[in-house]
């Protein structure tokens, strides 16, 4: 059974720190590794997309990176921000027997202080 | 604008009154997909399609139907919901690739919240 793990489940820091959201999966046949914000209530916004082809990705602030070999992703946020408060949630899909399906992690709950 | 739409977004019910919750999308996308969220358990895939009339089950199936047979269009069917289907559900779609996987970044609905008295 194909699972995702996001550590820590929830993170506190002060405004501009630079910070890492973890997420480890245990099935190494991705097709992509996506992750999402959700704030409380609310849908899920797309961040950053990784091919399974590729080892980072790039958003303003965001940086995403992949290390299939070792079953790794990680969310870099760059000097954040009150507003980045939010849940972040990774997802992985897969292909062969298994395309279509998508896992999603439980999620990293991330608070920012002013 | 692009977009997954759901309808409806906030639905109370009793056990065992059929429902149906539609989810429709304008971007031609070949993958639909259904989860629900539930506190403590996370977001859990319930059914998905790779193209019209193709549908598989994800990780939580039970007690759901789903039918696709247009292409923007993946309703969800609980024909005797109960108690705990009580959750937020979402709706997503993405393009499909040639291998069958899922090609590019899901897009989610607003959600629904159905409450199951």
């Known amino acids: 059974k194909q699972e995702v793990t996001q550590i820590p489940a929830a993170l506190s820091v002060p405004e501009g720190e630079n910070l890492v959201l973890n997420c480890s999966f245990t099935?190494?046949?991705?097709?992509?590794l996506q992750w999402f914000r959700q704030d409380p209530g609310k849908g899920l916004t797309s961040l950053l997309l990784?091919?399974?082809?590729?080892r980072e990705q790039t958003s303003g602030r965001l940086n995403a990176s992949l290390d299939k070999s070792s079953g790794r992703s990680t969310l870099y946020i760059a000097a954040s921000q009150p507003g980045d408060s939010a849940t972040y949630l990774c997802?992985?899909?897969?292909?062969?027997?298994?395309?279509?399906?998508?896992?999603f992690g439980d999620g990293t709950t991330l608070t920012v202080k002013p | 604008e692009a977009q997954v739409t759901q309808n409806p977004r906030y639905l109370i019910t009793v056990t065992g009154k059929k429902l149906t919750v539609t989810c429709s999308q304008n971007?031609?996308?070949?993958?639909m997909s259904w989860y629900r969220q539930d506190p403590g358990l996370g977001l859990r895939q319930i059914y998905y399609?790779?193209?019209?009339?193709?549908?598989d089950k994800g990780d939580v199936p039970e007690g759901y139907k789903v039918s696709r047979k247009e292409k923007r269009n993946f309703p969800l069917i609980l024909e005797s919901p109960s108690p705990n289907q009580t959750s937020l559900y979402f709706c997503?779609?993405?393009?499909?690739?040639?291998?069958?996987?899922?090609?590019?970044?899901?897009?989610f609905g607003p959600g629904t919240r159905l409450t199951v008295l």
């Open positions: 997503a779609s993405s393009l499909a690739g040639t291998s069958g996987g899922v090609l590019n970044e899901q897009f």
């Open positions: 099935d190494s046949a991705i097709y992509n």
């Open positions: 990784i091919q399974s082809s590729q």
């Open positions: 997802a992985v899909t897969y292909y062969n027997t298994n395309a279509g399906k998508s896992t």
């Open positions: 971007m031609n996308h070949e993958y």
């Open positions: 399609s790779m193209n019209v009339e193709v549908t």
